[in-house]
């Protein structure tokens, strides 16, 4: 019903908090040879607005958001609001967390391969 409002919001509070750290890393001039933590937020960016829009298209395409106040059907009785705070409680806070575990693995991956000598390249 509206399960991507979570991941929606997370995706804000992202993408200010990204624009905010590169304009300050530009400011400071970043470590060389390291990829900024501005830019690793980006991605979680990219994989948060990617995934809230297919959810979003889905829920339009199953009628469950409507051009037309209240914009989502759900909202249109007690307890089908009841329902929709359940499961942006339930099931959109289990995307947002998912999304920004499989995040911060990717990190820390991008951190070992950071720390690797030059030397030794782990990608041949």
Known sequence: ???FIVPVTEAIV??????????????????EGKIPFSRKLGWLNKMLWGGSALLAFEHVWHGEVAPVYPFLTAMSSAEGTATMLKEMSTSGVAMALLVTAVWAVMVAVSAALEKAP???????
């Open 1 to 3: 019903m509206a399960c």
């Open 14 to 31: 992202t993408t200010a908090a990204a624009r905010y750290l590169r304009a300050k890393e530009e400011k400071s001039g970043a470590g």
């Open 118 to 124: 030059a030397a030794e390249d782990p990608l041949l």
